[in-house]
């Protein structure tokens, strides 16, 4: 990814930044927790590389804008068929935070992307290729956001962040974020 900057973040995180800081509800049925954690840092295993990423921002906002890193990592989500009751999703994610952030700056990235994964744009319905579609996320601010569904199954979503979500972790700045599950194409 040209021009962006790899980070590598914990994959434990706090059940705050799991959750509440990214205006998200636990609905007990995502989540693994940890029964004995060290710290309040340590809750919970991810379930979203964006808190890792926005957490990384908040400790780096008096660095040169625009900021542009992304992760390629693991999350873990609760999995009834599976015999340990979780499976990890390896995934990809981007972030472009500062004053000429925005929706199609991400929208290009993702674009991007797909075009690399020789993976071609089609119309709503296809199952031959990828599309995206309007989401209703809590992190994203309305009506800057979309899905992105390949095959007929949503893989990721993009979008500006939310500015409480900003506030929530220290950001000053705007910033538009991309993450997929790039095991849809393995």
Known sequence: ?????????????????NFTMLNRKDD????????NPRTADFEVVR???????????GHNKDHPKPIKIFEVGDVVLLDDEKDVGASNRRRLAALYCGATSGFELIHGLVDR?????????????????YYIQSSDEPEFLPGRQASI???????GTFGIVHPQVMDNFGIPDPCSFVEIDIESFL
């Open 47 to 57: 379930t979203s590389l964006m808190p890792g990423i926005l957490k990384t921002v």
């Open 149 to 155: 569904v390949y095959k007929g199954k949503q893989i």
């Open 1 to 17: 990814m040209v021009g962006y900057t790899e980070v590598l973040i914990w994959i434990l995180c706090s059940y705050n930044e």
């Open 28 to 35: 007990k049925s995502t989540a693994a927790i940890n029964g």
């Open 113 to 129: 992307i797909m075009e690399v994964t020789g993976t071609p744009f089609v119309s709503p319905g296809d199952k031959t290729g």
